[in-house]
């Protein structure tokens, strides 16, 4: 997947594996003024037993931003969101699984507006500040009526509740995604809470990443804007399960300003705080995504370095981690480095093949462009494991780019062959 | 795959399903002057019956042209047969199976210009009118000594054995790839042979696809050049099984003269004769391979149209083409046109969301971005064909580009693991 906004110059590295920050419970309503509930509406006929509406709602009006799908085929509800972004304030996020609204016109575009307006209604608000998300079946209409039904159902249950709404969001996700951090800033303690599902297959039509992000610290919209831009971009556009970006994909943020904390400004020290702790919980999500991805066995730490630049550090990273070849071959703990080289060869990237480095967990498997003397052994049982770091260098500069991805299984193609 | 050379300009539509020329037998043998031959030498240790080295010979000095891959890591015999078709004749094209002389440096090089000088000694001509290529295992060298001893044997063999020489090539290959046609310019009968070896994995470690293609024909190196990469546009750089391209990738001509016809000249009226029978030649080559790809049980045939440019409706063609998500839906005989229109979202091309159009076997599943009336399961029999057609029409213009796919199964998964 790959959202709008930018590829980090974080100087921070916060997708180091240890947090940095205090891991708290309550995931999106862990944040001061922050409700969450879900509902069984019955939008999906097979899985007609799971809740499949969910709702976030700040007590008080928050500032929001927002990163949605690059694909040039945009989901109704992304198309609502952006324009229902531009509003000062936000007070809620509706969300529906198991119907992504998309490919379907302007009688979606209405549905998607109708689902912002049922929110409105029931809680008394207006329709500018509701967010709406769906994900789910492709080129099918929303049972609209239904849905503005269990919407108004949706106030009276406010709590709490944000692993319900983690579940509610789920297609194919294996296991709810949430998390929360606690730092101070200024003195106040200062929460931010997330939940996401997965960029795994759905349905079986689309594969979808979601997340939504609550804080109660206060922020500009501005700067909401500029952190989520930098934190997107070093944590759910880092991560590849198989190469596809959806039409619904989306990341929101709200936040309220109840922690009481001086506002944050872009560049202060509090900012970086912050930021440092809105990294660390987009990176837990997207790291439990590419974990959750639909009959992966395997999950890869890959480390383009010494590109001639951090663009084509990326170019490299995208094509092995996309590379079909490359992910049967770690589905086979195969630590087959001749598919490695072959995809950075054809990734775009500059290489000097004379100095290409190939490390798994690093152990050298190509030193200056051909086999290493590590035994073949020591390499393979490092592809054996569930989680390794490999590590491509391609001696022609200093670019960097780092991206979590998966091996690919018999299991992923059953999955997803369809019906 | 993709090797260097143009994507074609041709109006002739050689991709037709009807042969416009009559095909002969011979394969590479099939002109006149050429011979062929292979030995077993024992240099892919896993399957030790099969012969592993041929050998494709002119009996007078020919032109030669090659177009090669485009990775930037390119083996040994890709630099070495690019350097000697520097030389004005070429008169033999030696070929290894079982280990690809890539990564493998100085020593490799070192390899590849002696796998040239045996043959040109055994044959008593110059190492610079020699070709060579190898397909295999990658990182590792070849076994050059035993080489040279199989290699000495090799002009005591030689005959009309196209086929022997294109079973020795093979490597995952379930099938040897050859074909001829003939057809008369100038009043001459000219024939036109090939061979070819799968865009498959290999060995585990490498999918490399090579054709050699021989023709009688009378023509200048400068115009059997742009014949061939003319050619290699519309037939060999049109097709994907992996998406991935390797490192010996290669596709050379030779034509020898003895056909006696008048000499072929760009742009005249015999030329587009040549070209159109040369396009026949390398078409039904490049089909071959397709339906050879691993664990392959869908051929389809992928149209996009309705493209701003036919460069952006490549970048569409691939993206589909290569969609594990796409390939994943084919093999289960699902006509997902969801996850077809998500793909050229993401491609690069510009798309008309409201104007696209897809279709299977001129189905409608898509009309206008939204779901067509064509029931789903007339659809469904279509996708659930060995062999269909799918058209995606972007509806921003009137650039097209044509390629031939398959799709993803957990065979090709399991196939592909590794050790």
Partial sequence: ??????????????????????????????????????????????????????????ESPAVAAGTFTTNMVKAAPVLASIANLRAPGTRAIIVNSGNANAC???????????????????????????LVCSTGRIGVQLPI????????????????????????????????????????????PVRIGGIAKGAGMIDPNMATMLSFVTTDAAIGKADLAKALR???????????????????????????????????????????????????????LARMI???????????DLHVTGARTD??????????????LVKCSWYGGDPNWGRIIDAVGYSGARICEERVRISYNGLPAVIDGMAAATPAARLQAVARKKEFTVTVDLGTGNGTHRIWTTDLTTKYVDFNMGE
Same sequence: chains 1, 2.
């Fill in 145 to 188: 009526e239904k849905m503005e039904a269990s919407i108004a159902q949706l106030p009276a249950r406010l709590g709490k509740q944000s692993r319900a709404a983690a579940k509610a969001i789920m297609t194919s996700d294996s296991f709810p995604k949430e998390t929360a951090v606690e730092v101070e800033i200024g003195g106040k």
């Fill in 104 to 130: 379907t016109g302007p009688v979606g575009l209405a549905a998607a507006q109708r689902m912002c307006l049922a929110t409105a209604a029931a809680l008394g608000l207006k329709e500018r500040e509701i």
């Fill in 230 to 284: 930098a934190s997107v971009g070093q944590s759910f556009n880092r991560i590849t399960v198989d190469g596809d970006m959806s039409t619904n994909d989306t990341v929101l943020a709200l936040a309220n300003g109840r922690a009481g904390n001086p506002v944050l400004k872009f560049g202060s020290a509090d900012f970086a705080i912050f930021q440092s702790a809105l990294d660390q919980v987009t990176a837990a």
């Fill in 1 to 58: 997947m790959r959202l709008g906004g930018i590829d980090g110059a974080l100087i921070i590295d916060f997708m180091k594996d240890k947090p940095a920050h205090a891991t708290i419970k309550g995931g999106v309503t862990a944040p001061a003024g922050f409700l969450a509930t879900s509902i069984y509406c019955g939008i999906k006929a097979s899985n007609p037993s799971r809740e499949d509406i969910a709702l976030i709602f700040s």
């Fill in 311 to 324: 663009a084509e550090a990326r170019l490299a990273a995208r094509a092995v981690a996309n590379s079909i």
């Fill in 290 to 300: 590419v974990k959750d991805g639909e009959g992966v066995s395997r999950f890869v």
